[in-house]
Nanobody, 121 residues
């Protein structure tokens, strides 16, 4: 069964950096688009960044120029490199991926359990 496991969250001061990792495990045929979302307390979950299987990326306007979303296809892993962190970046960060797996799973979207990022002012 496919699982996504995030790591790398923590407490950091404003202006600091963190790198989140999200590794997919299990029997996987292919991984298409991979995503990072975040949810701040009392707010809706928002899309932070996305990367396709070909490497095309897109970022939320609020993180443009500060966050990048590289991926390592050999390791079935996507990263979120976060620089110049702000207190408003605080939240629970989730990764998601569109994965093709053997039957009966087929093509499905999977989510990680989330990793907390807290940015102090």
């Amino acid at each position: 069964q496919v699982q996504l496991v995030e790591s790398g969250g923590g407490l950091v001061q404003a202006g600091g950096s963190l790198r989140l990792s999200c590794a997919a495990s299990g029997t996987i045929f292919s991984i298409n688009t991979m995503y990072w979302y975040r949810q701040a307390p009392g707010k809706q979950r928002e899309l932070v960044a996305v990367i396709t299987s070909s490497g095309s990326t897109n970022h939320a306007e609020s993180v443009e120029g500060r966050f990048t979303i590289p991926r390592d296809n050999a390791k079935n892993t996507v990263y979120l490199k976060m620089n110049s962190l702000k207190p408003e970046d605080t939240g629970l960060y989730y990764c998601a991926a569109d994965i093709v797996a053997p039957r009966p799973y087929g093509s499905s979207s999977y989510w990680g359990q989330g990793t907390q990022v807290t940015v102090s002012s």
